[in-house]
């Protein structure tokens, strides 16, 4: 049922003009100006060879530097992000790319950096699901597309915690499972989110669950900022849930972290 389809990308050479015509005239695709450029076009249409992907449908979500889309799979929807290349800066990147060792060999061109910070963001999202953390699945990234599980039902995502209204014993788990989440994140994947907030986590409907999403920024301990990066994680979480009656001390929480991570480095030594 993908009445919103919007771009065969099989048929790339006819689809590049229709949709430079289309974005005059329709609303929809206004949303995705700058996005369908032809080497993107040329990406998709690889991952479509691959069978990975068989139809683009309509925009899921709009960011700074990416828009994510509805998409036909093999066998299921699945979600594609596309880092905008023509039209993305780095003023919301710089903050997480200098200092973070895998960004050290990579040239400092736009397209080179918006491609490993694609790469990285799949890295991300192993190394969290790897450690038991709900998030996407990633499925492939290539050059500036990062294909994923969809998260949602009857084409329409999950929402995010903002938009929500959860009871306060149910509120009270999510919390707990945000904060376990955050500290398994740091000791065990040795990632900090680093944007974390009630914009950047999914609310499962049937079971409550969070599910944490946009994990391009997320950087490595190793990070010089990786300590102010987890307590603003903490914060935001913190100040959050403090309307469902939950309120705890957010440098108390990162003292928490830091202090069981101390005592694993000491063991392990």
Do not use: C
């Amino acid at each position: 049922m993908k009445k919103e389809v919007t771009n065969k990308v099989k048929r790339i050479d006819t689809e590049v003009d229709r949709l430079r015509m289309r974005r005059k005239d329709t609303d929809t695709l206004k949303v995705t100006e700058n996005v369908f450029d032809e080497p993107t076009l040329k990406t998709l249409y690889t991952l479509s060879s691959k069978g990975i992907l068989k139809a683009m449908g309509g925009p899921i979500s709009t960011g700074k530097e990416a828009n994510v889309f509805l998409a036909e799979g093999e066998d299921r929807d699945i979600a594609v992000k596309i880092y905008r290349i023509s039209s993305s800066t780095f003023n919301s990147m710089e903050d997480y790319i200098l200092g973070d060792p895998r960004f050290r060999n990579v040239r400092h061109s736009k397209r080179d950096i918006i491609f490993a910070w694609t790469k990285k963001e799949q890295r991300n999202l192993i190394r969290a699901k790897e450690v038991g953390i709900r998030v996407p699945e990633p499925i492939v990234a290539e050059r500036n597309v990062l294909v994923m599980e969809f998260l949602g039902e009857n084409e329409k995502p999950y929402p995010q915690l903002k938009d929500i209204r959860l009871d306060k014993e149910v509120a009270r788990e999510a919390y707990d499972t945000i904060i376990h989440y955050i500290d398994v994140l740091y000791k065990e994947a040795n990632l900090v989110h680093g944007d974390l907030s009630e914009y950047n986590i999914l609310v499962v409907p049937e079971t409550n669950e969070p599910v944490f999403i946009d994990m391009g920024q997320s950087v490595t301990s190793e990070h010089p900022r990786s300590r102010d990066f987890l307590l603003r994680d903490i914060e935001n979480i913190v100040r959050y849930f403090k309307k469902y009656g939950i309120d705890e001390d957010p440098h108390g929480l990162y003292s928490s972290i830091r202090d069981k991570e101390e005592k694993t480095q000491i063991i392990d030594s």
